[in-house]
């Protein structure tokens, strides 16, 4: 799987509106094992955050397939 489709799957568990921190660990508990592939949290994090705003077309990011959007806006 994926960490996209992790993400999505993670989201729905979550009813579609979530926090980053509460997604992220969502997604730690579908693959317990991706974080160990980082050196550091952070940047599993990043790569979170970044594949949603490539799949946001709220973001100044976007480039890919409209999958997330911003519920309450861009901040």
């Given at each position: 799987m994926t960490l996209l489709e992790e993400i999505i799957l993670a989201m729905n568990k979550l009813g579609g509106h979530c926090y980053y921190a509460d997604l992220y660990e969502a997604v730690?508990?579908?693959n317990p094992e991706r974080i160990k592939n980082y050196k550091n949290k952070e940047n599993w994090?990043?790569?979170i955050q970044s594949l949603i705003?490539?799949?946001?077309p709220d973001s100044k990011s976007f480039k890919g397939k409209k999958i997330f959007y911003a519920v309450e806006g861009i901040r």
């Open positions: 730690q508990e579908i994090q990043k790569d705003q490539r799949h946001s």
